[in-house]
Protein backbone atom coordinates (compact mmCIF):
# COMPACT_ATOMS: atom_id res chain seq x y z
CA UNK A 1 0.00 0.00 0.00
CA UNK A 2 1.29 3.15 -0.68
CA UNK A 3 0.01 6.41 -0.61
CA UNK A 4 2.15 9.10 -2.56
CA UNK A 5 2.10 12.51 -2.98
CA UNK A 6 2.07 13.56 0.70
CA UNK A 7 2.87 16.92 1.91
CA UNK A 8 6.19 17.05 3.53
CA UNK A 9 7.89 19.83 5.42
CA UNK A 10 11.16 20.55 7.24
CA UNK A 11 13.51 23.23 8.39
CA UNK A 12 16.57 21.30 6.73
CA UNK A 13 16.04 17.88 6.59
CA UNK A 14 13.70 15.48 4.48
CA UNK A 15 13.29 12.06 4.22
CA UNK A 16 11.50 9.96 1.59
CA UNK A 17 10.80 6.25 0.89
CA UNK A 18 11.87 5.02 -2.66
CA UNK A 19 9.83 1.50 -3.42
CA UNK A 20 10.63 -0.97 -5.68
CA UNK A 21 7.72 -3.23 -7.67
CA UNK A 22 7.51 -6.59 -8.15
CA UNK A 23 8.18 -7.49 -11.58
CA UNK A 24 6.82 -9.35 -13.92
CA UNK A 25 8.35 -9.97 -17.57
CA UNK A 26 6.67 -10.56 -20.23
CA UNK A 27 8.24 -12.38 -23.78
CA UNK A 28 8.96 -8.52 -25.12
CA UNK A 29 10.70 -8.08 -21.95
CA UNK A 30 7.93 -5.31 -20.42
CA UNK A 31 7.35 -5.16 -17.19
CA UNK A 32 4.66 -4.28 -14.94
CA UNK A 33 3.63 -4.09 -11.59
CA UNK A 34 1.95 -6.96 -9.06
CA UNK A 35 1.67 -8.26 -5.83
CA UNK A 36 3.65 -11.40 -4.18
CA UNK A 37 1.61 -14.58 -4.98
CA UNK A 38 -0.57 -13.14 -7.57
CA UNK A 39 2.52 -12.84 -10.08
CA UNK A 40 2.69 -16.87 -10.62
CA UNK A 41 -1.55 -16.78 -10.99
CA UNK A 42 -1.56 -14.70 -13.73
CA UNK A 43 -2.03 -16.54 -17.62
CA UNK A 44 0.74 -14.44 -18.56
CA UNK A 45 3.21 -15.87 -15.81
CA UNK A 46 2.44 -19.15 -16.98
CA UNK A 47 3.68 -18.59 -20.52
CA UNK A 48 6.43 -17.44 -19.30
CA UNK A 49 9.80 -19.64 -21.13
CA UNK A 50 12.15 -20.78 -18.50
CA UNK A 51 14.72 -18.41 -19.15
CA UNK A 52 12.64 -15.65 -19.02
CA UNK A 53 11.15 -16.77 -15.40
CA UNK A 54 14.58 -17.65 -13.94
CA UNK A 55 15.56 -13.95 -15.05
CA UNK A 56 12.73 -12.88 -13.19
CA UNK A 57 12.90 -14.80 -10.15
CA UNK A 58 16.65 -14.07 -9.90
CA UNK A 59 16.16 -10.68 -10.12
CA UNK A 60 17.51 -8.74 -6.72
CA UNK A 61 14.39 -6.25 -6.96
CA UNK A 62 11.29 -8.93 -6.81
CA UNK A 63 9.26 -7.60 -4.58
CA UNK A 64 7.76 -10.53 -2.07
CA UNK A 65 7.68 -10.98 1.61
CA UNK A 66 8.53 -14.83 1.91
CA UNK A 67 10.81 -16.63 -0.15
CA UNK A 68 8.18 -19.32 -0.20
CA UNK A 69 6.23 -17.73 -2.70
CA UNK A 70 8.87 -17.68 -4.94
CA UNK A 71 8.98 -21.55 -4.35
CA UNK A 72 5.36 -22.10 -4.68
CA UNK A 73 5.84 -19.98 -8.09
CA UNK A 74 8.13 -22.14 -9.91
CA UNK A 75 5.88 -25.37 -8.79
CA UNK A 76 2.42 -23.58 -10.50
CA UNK A 77 4.74 -22.82 -13.62
CA UNK A 78 6.17 -26.22 -13.37
CA UNK A 79 3.04 -28.29 -13.20
CA UNK A 80 1.00 -26.10 -16.09
CA UNK A 81 3.19 -27.98 -17.92
CA UNK A 82 4.66 -30.75 -16.11
CA UNK A 83 5.47 -33.72 -18.89
CA UNK A 84 7.51 -30.60 -20.45
CA UNK A 85 8.77 -28.46 -17.27
CA UNK A 86 9.60 -30.98 -14.84
CA UNK A 87 13.47 -30.66 -15.56
CA UNK A 88 13.26 -27.12 -15.69
CA UNK A 89 13.41 -27.58 -11.45
CA UNK A 90 17.17 -27.26 -11.52
CA UNK A 91 17.69 -24.18 -13.29
CA UNK A 92 14.70 -22.50 -11.49
CA UNK A 93 15.21 -23.53 -7.69
CA UNK A 94 18.74 -21.83 -7.56
CA UNK A 95 16.97 -18.60 -8.54
CA UNK A 96 15.02 -18.97 -4.82
CA UNK A 97 16.72 -17.92 -1.56
CA UNK A 98 16.30 -21.07 -0.15
CA UNK A 99 18.69 -19.70 2.70
CA UNK A 100 15.87 -17.18 3.44
CA UNK A 101 12.92 -19.75 4.34
CA UNK A 102 12.43 -21.65 7.54
CA UNK A 103 14.56 -24.86 7.82
CA UNK A 104 11.52 -27.31 8.78
CA UNK A 105 9.73 -25.66 5.43
CA UNK A 106 12.32 -26.87 3.62
CA UNK A 107 12.18 -30.11 4.69
CA UNK A 108 8.32 -30.78 4.49
CA UNK A 109 7.81 -28.81 1.20
CA UNK A 110 11.05 -28.63 -0.95
CA UNK A 111 13.38 -31.60 0.02
CA UNK A 112 10.18 -33.96 0.13
CA UNK A 113 8.54 -32.63 -3.00
CA UNK A 114 8.70 -34.80 -5.92
CA UNK A 115 9.76 -32.70 -8.72
CA UNK A 116 13.02 -32.33 -6.52
CA UNK A 117 13.64 -35.45 -5.22
CA UNK A 118 13.03 -37.27 -8.87
CA UNK A 119 16.09 -34.07 -9.69
CA UNK A 120 19.17 -35.28 -8.66
CA UNK A 121 21.35 -31.42 -8.95
CA UNK A 122 18.02 -29.63 -7.28
CA UNK A 123 18.06 -31.86 -4.37
CA UNK A 124 21.56 -31.75 -3.69
CA UNK A 125 21.68 -28.25 -3.58
CA UNK A 126 18.49 -28.64 -1.07
CA UNK A 127 20.22 -31.04 0.53
CA UNK A 128 23.54 -28.72 0.60
CA UNK A 129 21.33 -25.29 1.94
CA UNK A 130 20.32 -27.39 4.71
CA UNK A 131 23.68 -28.74 5.94
CA UNK A 132 24.29 -24.79 5.65
CA UNK A 133 21.31 -23.81 7.79
CA UNK A 134 22.75 -26.89 10.76
CA UNK A 135 26.33 -24.98 10.23
CA UNK A 136 26.46 -21.49 9.57
CA UNK A 137 30.26 -21.65 9.02
CA UNK A 138 29.78 -23.48 5.90
CA UNK A 139 28.56 -20.34 4.58
CA UNK A 140 32.01 -19.05 4.47
CA UNK A 141 33.96 -22.12 3.16
CA UNK A 142 34.49 -23.77 0.19
CA UNK A 143 31.27 -25.45 0.25
CA UNK A 144 30.69 -25.57 -2.67
CA UNK A 145 26.94 -23.74 -2.01
CA UNK A 146 25.92 -20.82 -3.35
CA UNK A 147 25.95 -17.35 -1.17
CA UNK A 148 23.01 -16.06 -3.22
CA UNK A 149 20.46 -18.53 -1.81
CA UNK A 150 21.49 -16.71 1.61
CA UNK A 151 21.20 -12.83 0.37
CA UNK A 152 18.27 -11.17 0.99
CA UNK A 153 16.50 -9.09 -1.79
CA UNK A 154 16.24 -5.66 -2.27
CA UNK A 155 13.53 -4.34 0.10
CA UNK A 156 10.05 -3.32 -1.29
CA UNK A 157 11.05 0.39 0.12
CA UNK A 158 13.58 2.13 1.85
CA UNK A 159 13.83 5.36 3.58
CA UNK A 160 16.08 8.19 2.37
CA UNK A 161 17.16 11.28 4.48
CA UNK A 162 17.64 14.54 1.94
CA UNK A 163 19.78 17.46 3.66
CA UNK A 164 20.22 20.92 2.31
CA UNK A 165 22.57 21.85 4.59
CA UNK A 166 24.73 19.27 4.14
CA UNK A 167 25.69 17.28 0.92
CA UNK A 168 25.21 13.36 1.94
CA UNK A 169 21.86 11.52 0.97
CA UNK A 170 21.75 8.49 3.66
CA UNK A 171 19.03 5.31 3.19
CA UNK A 172 17.79 3.55 5.61
CA UNK A 173 17.16 -0.47 4.55
CA UNK A 174 14.14 -1.68 7.35
CA UNK A 175 15.10 -5.07 6.26
CA UNK A 176 19.00 -4.86 7.74
CA UNK A 177 18.01 -1.95 10.02
CA UNK A 178 21.20 -0.46 8.95
CA UNK A 179 21.96 3.15 7.43
CA UNK A 180 24.35 3.55 4.53
CA UNK A 181 25.52 6.79 2.69
CA UNK A 182 24.39 6.82 -0.41
CA UNK A 183 26.33 9.77 -2.94
CA UNK A 184 26.84 13.40 -1.83
CA UNK A 185 24.52 14.93 -4.11
CA UNK A 186 25.68 18.48 -6.07
CA UNK A 187 25.04 21.78 -3.79
CA UNK A 188 22.39 23.84 -4.85
CA UNK A 189 22.81 27.94 -4.70
CA UNK A 190 24.25 29.04 -1.77
CA UNK A 191 20.95 30.73 -0.93
CA UNK A 192 18.51 27.37 -0.94
CA UNK A 193 20.76 25.99 2.05
CA UNK A 194 18.58 28.58 4.32
CA UNK A 195 15.44 27.13 2.92
CA UNK A 196 12.61 26.91 5.19
CA UNK A 197 8.93 25.49 5.27
CA UNK A 198 9.06 23.84 1.81
CA UNK A 199 7.00 21.03 0.70
CA UNK A 200 8.37 17.60 -0.69
CA UNK A 201 6.85 15.83 -3.28
CA UNK A 202 7.95 12.73 -5.77
CA UNK A 203 6.80 12.12 -9.42
CA UNK A 204 9.24 10.48 -12.29
CA UNK A 205 12.00 9.64 -10.62
CA UNK A 206 12.08 13.24 -9.00
CA UNK A 207 12.21 14.71 -5.71
CA UNK A 208 10.35 17.80 -6.08
CA UNK A 209 11.26 21.16 -3.02
CA UNK A 210 8.03 23.37 -3.35
CA UNK A 211 7.48 26.84 -1.92
CA UNK A 212 8.75 27.70 1.77
CA UNK A 213 11.32 30.62 2.31
CA UNK A 214 14.58 31.68 3.04
CA UNK A 215 15.10 32.06 6.56
CA UNK A 216 11.49 33.13 8.60
CA UNK A 217 10.83 36.13 5.83
CA UNK A 218 10.27 36.15 2.06
CA UNK A 219 7.93 33.88 0.69
CA UNK A 220 9.06 31.71 -2.22
CA UNK A 221 7.21 29.89 -5.63
CA UNK A 222 10.67 28.64 -6.56
CA UNK A 223 10.60 24.87 -7.61
CA UNK A 224 13.67 22.86 -7.48
CA UNK A 225 13.64 19.13 -8.68
CA UNK A 226 16.06 16.59 -7.99
CA UNK A 227 16.82 13.95 -9.87
CA UNK A 228 17.44 10.38 -8.31
CA UNK A 229 18.69 8.64 -11.10
CA UNK A 230 21.21 10.96 -12.27
CA UNK A 231 21.87 12.89 -9.30
CA UNK A 232 21.39 16.17 -10.91
CA UNK A 233 19.64 19.33 -9.72
CA UNK A 234 17.21 21.81 -12.28
CA UNK A 235 14.99 24.40 -11.45
CA UNK A 236 11.58 24.49 -12.57
CA UNK A 237 9.26 26.97 -13.55
CA UNK A 238 7.91 28.72 -10.42
CA UNK A 239 4.67 28.57 -9.12
CA UNK A 240 1.66 31.11 -10.22
CA UNK A 241 1.73 32.12 -6.57
CA UNK A 242 4.57 32.53 -3.64
CA UNK A 243 3.73 30.22 -0.87
CA UNK A 244 5.30 28.85 2.35
CA UNK A 245 3.85 25.99 4.62
CA UNK A 246 2.41 24.45 1.58
CA UNK A 247 0.05 21.10 1.03
CA UNK A 248 1.23 19.16 -1.51
CA UNK A 249 0.27 15.91 -3.14
CA UNK A 250 0.50 13.98 -6.80
CA UNK A 251 -2.88 12.67 -9.03
CA UNK A 252 -2.24 11.63 -11.96
CA UNK A 253 0.98 12.79 -12.88
CA UNK A 254 0.67 16.26 -11.92
CA UNK A 255 1.92 18.08 -8.99
CA UNK A 256 -0.83 20.23 -7.02
CA UNK A 257 -0.03 22.61 -4.51
CA UNK A 258 -2.90 24.34 -2.13
CA UNK A 259 -2.77 26.62 0.39
CA UNK A 260 0.05 27.98 2.59
CA UNK A 261 0.74 31.85 3.46
CA UNK A 262 1.81 34.87 2.05
CA UNK A 263 4.93 37.02 3.30
CA UNK A 264 2.25 39.32 5.06
CA UNK A 265 1.03 35.76 7.14
CA UNK A 266 -2.55 35.40 5.15
CA UNK A 267 -3.46 32.57 4.38
CA UNK A 268 -4.19 31.33 1.05
CA UNK A 269 -7.50 29.48 -0.47
CA UNK A 270 -5.52 29.42 -3.70
CA UNK A 271 -4.68 26.09 -5.57
CA UNK A 272 -2.54 25.46 -8.40
CA UNK A 273 -1.09 22.61 -10.60
CA UNK A 274 2.15 21.73 -12.30
CA UNK A 275 2.16 19.78 -15.58
CA UNK A 276 5.80 17.98 -15.94
CA UNK A 277 5.85 17.37 -19.67
CA UNK A 278 5.38 21.70 -20.35
CA UNK A 279 6.41 22.41 -17.17
CA UNK A 280 3.77 24.43 -16.34
CA UNK A 281 1.52 25.55 -13.35
CA UNK A 282 -1.84 26.63 -13.62
CA UNK A 283 -4.63 27.64 -11.38
CA UNK A 284 -7.08 25.22 -10.42
CA UNK A 285 -10.20 26.18 -8.23
CA UNK A 286 -9.55 27.64 -4.66
CA UNK A 287 -10.28 25.31 -1.54
CA UNK A 288 -13.07 26.24 0.65
CA UNK A 289 -11.35 27.28 3.58
CA UNK A 290 -8.18 29.40 3.48
CA UNK A 291 -5.22 26.41 5.06
CA UNK A 292 -1.39 26.71 6.26
CA UNK A 293 0.11 23.76 7.79
CA UNK A 294 -2.56 21.22 6.96
CA UNK A 295 -1.57 18.03 4.99
CA UNK A 296 -2.62 16.30 2.59
CA UNK A 297 -2.96 12.83 0.77
CA UNK A 298 -4.71 11.34 -2.20
CA UNK A 299 -7.62 8.30 -2.66
CA UNK A 300 -9.58 6.98 -5.12
CA UNK A 301 -8.56 9.70 -7.72
CA UNK A 302 -8.74 12.58 -5.31
CA UNK A 303 -6.71 14.78 -2.97
CA UNK A 304 -8.01 14.76 0.69
CA UNK A 305 -6.69 18.11 2.47
CA UNK A 306 -7.27 18.11 6.38
CA UNK A 307 -6.79 20.53 9.01
CA UNK A 308 -4.06 23.14 9.04
CA UNK A 309 -5.15 27.11 10.16
CA UNK A 310 -6.55 30.21 9.12
CA UNK A 311 -7.19 32.73 11.02
CA UNK A 312 -7.80 29.47 13.91
CA UNK A 313 -6.71 26.33 14.07
CA UNK A 314 -9.06 23.90 12.00
CA UNK A 315 -10.82 20.66 11.99
CA UNK A 316 -12.48 20.87 8.78
CA UNK A 317 -11.85 18.15 5.67
CA UNK A 318 -12.32 18.78 1.82
CA UNK A 319 -10.95 17.01 -1.18
CA UNK A 320 -10.57 18.32 -4.78
CA UNK A 321 -11.83 16.50 -7.75
CA UNK A 322 -9.55 16.66 -11.04
CA UNK A 323 -12.61 15.41 -13.15
CA UNK A 324 -14.86 18.54 -12.26
CA UNK A 325 -12.15 21.04 -10.73
CA UNK A 326 -14.59 20.83 -8.13
CA UNK A 327 -13.85 21.10 -4.09
CA UNK A 328 -16.48 19.23 -1.47
CA UNK A 329 -16.21 19.89 2.40
CA UNK A 330 -16.76 16.32 4.14
CA UNK A 331 -17.26 15.78 7.85
CA UNK A 332 -15.44 17.75 10.36
CA UNK A 333 -12.47 15.64 12.01
CA UNK A 334 -13.50 15.12 15.74
CA UNK A 335 -9.96 17.34 17.01
CA UNK A 336 -9.02 20.80 15.96
CA UNK A 337 -5.15 19.79 14.25
CA UNK A 338 -2.73 21.96 12.18
CA UNK A 339 0.70 20.40 11.74
CA UNK A 340 -0.81 17.23 11.43
CA UNK A 341 -0.23 14.15 9.09
CA UNK A 342 -2.61 12.81 6.53
CA UNK A 343 -2.37 10.05 4.67
CA UNK A 344 -3.96 7.36 2.78
CA UNK A 345 -4.39 3.89 4.59
CA UNK A 346 -6.03 0.58 4.15
CA UNK A 347 -8.98 2.68 1.66
CA UNK A 348 -9.26 5.64 4.64
CA UNK A 349 -7.86 8.45 5.11
CA UNK A 350 -5.72 8.74 8.60
CA UNK A 351 -5.20 12.46 10.44
CA UNK A 352 -2.42 12.23 12.65
CA UNK A 353 -1.06 14.31 15.75
CA UNK A 354 -0.99 17.98 15.08
CA UNK A 355 -1.80 20.88 17.61
CA UNK A 356 -4.89 22.19 18.60
CA UNK A 357 -3.46 25.69 18.83
CA UNK A 358 -2.60 25.14 22.76
CA UNK A 359 -1.11 21.40 22.98
CA UNK A 360 0.34 19.23 20.89
CA UNK A 361 -1.51 15.93 20.04
CA UNK A 362 -0.79 11.90 20.31
CA UNK A 363 -4.72 11.43 19.04
CA UNK A 364 -5.27 10.30 16.11
CA UNK A 365 -8.62 9.59 13.06
CA UNK A 366 -9.49 7.73 10.50
CA UNK A 367 -11.98 9.05 8.23
CA UNK A 368 -14.32 6.32 5.66
CA UNK A 369 -15.15 7.55 2.54
CA UNK A 370 -17.99 5.34 2.21
CA UNK A 371 -19.96 6.37 5.00
CA UNK A 372 -18.17 10.12 5.09
CA UNK A 373 -17.83 9.47 8.89
CA UNK A 374 -14.56 9.83 11.23
CA UNK A 375 -13.61 6.71 13.60
CA UNK A 376 -10.55 7.30 16.80
CA UNK A 377 -7.48 5.13 16.00
CA UNK A 378 -5.34 4.25 19.19
CA UNK A 379 -3.06 7.19 20.31
CA UNK A 380 0.89 7.30 19.65
CA UNK A 381 2.89 6.57 22.01
CA UNK A 382 4.37 10.54 21.75
CA UNK A 383 2.84 13.50 20.64
CA UNK A 384 4.17 15.15 16.79
CA UNK A 385 3.41 18.16 15.71
CA UNK A 386 4.74 19.54 12.33
CA UNK A 387 6.37 16.14 11.36
CA UNK A 388 6.42 13.42 8.36
CA UNK A 389 4.44 10.53 7.59
CA UNK A 390 3.50 8.14 5.11
CA UNK A 391 3.18 4.41 4.55
CA UNK A 392 5.87 1.57 4.13
CA UNK A 393 5.69 -1.93 4.14
CA UNK A 394 1.80 -1.94 5.59
CA UNK A 395 2.92 0.49 8.20
CA UNK A 396 2.01 4.23 8.70
CA UNK A 397 5.22 5.56 9.71
CA UNK A 398 5.64 8.43 12.19
CA UNK A 399 8.54 10.34 12.26
CA UNK A 400 9.66 13.60 14.84
CA UNK A 401 12.89 15.12 13.72
CA UNK A 402 12.83 18.44 15.06
CA UNK A 403 16.49 18.06 16.92
CA UNK A 404 19.65 15.75 16.05
CA UNK A 405 16.92 12.43 17.94
CA UNK A 406 14.28 11.01 15.72
CA UNK A 407 11.09 9.87 17.18
CA UNK A 408 9.86 7.06 15.17
CA UNK A 409 6.85 5.40 15.37
CA UNK A 410 4.57 2.91 13.31
CA UNK A 411 1.20 1.86 13.10
CA UNK A 412 0.03 -1.69 12.32
CA UNK A 413 -3.73 -2.19 11.54
CA UNK A 414 -3.63 -5.71 11.96
CA UNK A 415 -2.64 -5.39 15.84
CA UNK A 416 -4.38 -1.62 15.74
CA UNK A 417 -1.18 -0.89 18.06
CA UNK A 418 1.08 1.60 17.29
CA UNK A 419 5.31 0.91 18.09
CA UNK A 420 8.63 2.91 18.31
CA UNK A 421 10.40 2.33 15.48
CA UNK A 422 14.05 2.88 14.43
CA UNK A 423 13.51 4.35 11.17
CA UNK A 424 12.94 7.95 9.44
CA UNK A 425 9.98 10.75 8.24
CA UNK A 426 9.41 10.00 4.57
CA UNK A 427 6.63 10.30 1.63
CA UNK A 428 6.55 7.37 -0.88
CA UNK A 429 8.40 6.87 -4.24
CA UNK A 430 8.34 4.54 -6.91
CA UNK A 431 9.73 3.16 -9.83
CA UNK A 432 14.21 3.61 -9.39
CA UNK A 433 15.68 1.66 -11.95
CA UNK A 434 18.96 2.23 -9.35
CA UNK A 435 16.95 0.77 -6.05
CA UNK A 436 19.86 -0.93 -5.66
CA UNK A 437 21.50 2.22 -4.60
CA UNK A 438 19.59 2.83 -2.15
CA UNK A 439 20.13 -0.60 -0.35
CA UNK A 440 22.49 -1.69 2.06
CA UNK A 441 25.23 -4.26 0.19
CA UNK A 442 22.99 -8.17 -0.17
CA UNK A 443 25.50 -9.93 2.01
CA UNK A 444 24.89 -13.48 2.62
CA UNK A 445 22.46 -13.97 5.74
CA UNK A 446 24.07 -16.24 8.59
CA UNK A 447 21.46 -18.25 9.62
CA UNK A 448 21.39 -19.10 13.26
CA UNK A 449 21.72 -22.62 13.68
CA UNK A 450 18.36 -24.22 13.53
CA UNK A 451 17.39 -27.64 15.22
Not at 238 to 253: N, T
Request: some cysteine.
Amino acid sequence: IHQSGASKRNVSVNFIVISSHTLLMTSSGAGHTSKDSAVSLSEEFLQLAEQELADVLGQDDLTVTQESTVYQSVLRWINHMPEERQGAISTLLPKVRLGLMDKSYITDNVLNNDVVKTNPESHLLVSDTLKVMSQPSLICSESGINNTLFCRRLPNAVLLMFRFYSKNIEAFDYRTNSWITVQTHPSLEDTMAHLLLYSTVFLGRCFYIVGGGLRWTNPSNRVWRYNLVTHTWQEMSPMQESRRCVSVAVLKGYIYAMGGYRDDYTSLRTAERYQPNINQWTFIASMNEERRDASCTTLNNKIYICGGRSNRVLNTAEYYNPDTNQWTLITPMGTLRCGLGVVAYMSHIFAVGGSDGSRHQRSAEAYDPVTNTWYDVPEMVHTHSYFDIAVMNKKIFVVSCHTTNRIVECYDYTTNTWSMYDCVRCCVISGLPNMAEYCSPRKPIIPRTQV
